[in-house]
């Protein structure tokens, strides 16, 4: 019987940058979405910030289920279902039926990187890789 791509694709763990990508995502803009077992990630931006969404949509890679969408005023892309997604739901809490993250729980896990995602979803800072240099680049990616 085939094997269908997302069941493959479901077996790489995500690698250390696409980690820090997603936690800095979910500190800012982004969520989970699904049941258990079904889990995925929504990352949503204003059209303003289309290559800033270009930039995760390249670097989640295999994750990524779909090319970017726009409707003019957001761009926005879904994950496949992953079990590193159900790996990360013990950082949430889920008080009335709704579920927010714990940043005391994310926090011990962010890398130069997640934190700067983190700024960058909230406003505080402009994240344009172009404009680093490699070695600037190397230590943002650095675990």
């Known amino acids: 019987m085939p094997t269908h791509p997302d069941d493959v694709r479901r077996r790489i763990a995500p690698d250390e940058v696409q980690t820090q990508i997603i936690l800095g995502s979910l500190l800012g803009d982004a969520t989970l979405f699904g049941p258990a077992g079904?889990?995925?990630l929504s990352v949503v931006h204003p059209m303003t910030r289309l290559a800033y969404a270009s930039w995760k949509h390249d670097q989640l890679g295999s994750l990524v289920a779909m090319p970017l969408r726009s409707d003019g005023d957001l761009v926005w892309f879904d994950t496949i279902a992953h079990p590193f997604f159900d790996d990360l739901?013990?950082?949430?809490?889920?008080?009335?039926?709704?579920?927010?993250?714990?940043r005391e729980r994310v926090l011990p896990r962010l890398a130069p990187l997640g934190l700067a995602v983190w700024?960058?979803?909230?406003?505080?800072?402009q994240l344009d890789p172009?404009?680093?240099l490699p070695s600037q680049a190397r230590l943002a990616l650095s675990a």
Do not use: E, H, T, Y
């Open 130 to 132: 172009s404009a680093f």
């Open 38 to 40: 079904k889990r995925r």
């Open 119 to 125: 700024l960058c979803d909230i406003g505080r800072a």
């Open 89 to 102: 739901d013990p950082l949430f809490d889920r008080a009335g039926g709704v579920a927010r993250i714990r």
